[in-house]
Every structure is written in C-alpha cells, then in structure tokens.
C-alpha cells in the first residue's frame, strides 16, 4: 500500500504560479510512475503530467509550456510547479502513482482555483 498526501493548492490570479507537492509513504519502494491528475465537475479526471521512475516526463498539451513535473526519488515526493494560470486549470488536482505491481493509488485531492 501507498499512502498519497496532496499540498499546495489555493485560489489564485490568472497569470499566477502555484506549486503542488505530493508525499507518498508506505510502500514507496513499489512506485514506479507518479503523475499530476486533475477533476471538474462532470467532467472525466485528466492526465495532467506524468513522470517514471527515470525521469521520463509527458505532459498534457493544455499545459505544455507552463506546468513542469518533478519528483524527488530519495524523498518520494512528486512536484507540479504551475505557472502562467488560466480560469480554465481550475480543477481538483490528484496525485497519482502507479506500483510496479500494476496497483494505482490516490490522492485525497487539492483544490485549485484560478480567478480571471
């Protein structure tokens, strides 16, 4: 099991950066892809950014350019530094990470809201 603990979010300007962190504990030893998600209302969830365990990153078209994935292996945290906000990036972002088991896990989700 992995337990995934979200940070970061808030209300925002357009135009304004945030940073998301995700602290992964339990079985950390078994994550091999951590990746960014992210929620609206009646919308499907969205891949927003995803990372591996070597650092290979792929990124949404709608942020390329402006949100950047990291992680951190020796801390077992993950990174979405966002910046240049839009109206529209407001959502629920999750974090994700995939086990080398094949197991998904989740995050409680942060809230993110940009003001236009």
């Known amino acids: 099991q992995v337990q995934l603990v979200e940070s970061g979010g808030g209300l925002v300007q357009a135009g304004d950066s945030l940073r998301l962190s995700c602290a992964a504990s339990?079985?950390?030893?078994?994550?091999?892809?951590m990746a960014w998600y992210r929620q609206v209302p009646g919308k499907q969830r969205e891949l927003v950014a995803s990372?591996?365990?070597?650092?290979?990153?792929n990124d949404a078209d709608s942020v390329k350019g402006r949100f950047t994935i990291s992680r951190d292996n020796a801390k077992n945290m993950v990174y979405l530094q966002m910046n240049n906000l839009k109206p529209e990036d407001t959502a629920v972002y999750y974090c994700?990470?995939?086990?080398?088991?094949?197991?998904?896990?989740w995050g409680q989700g942060t809230q993110v809201t940009v003001s236009s």
């Open positions: 339990g079985r950390r030893s078994s994550i091999r892809a």
């Open positions: 990372i591996t365990s070597g650092g290979r990153t």
């Open positions: 994700n990470v995939q086990s080398w088991e094949g197991n998904d896990y």
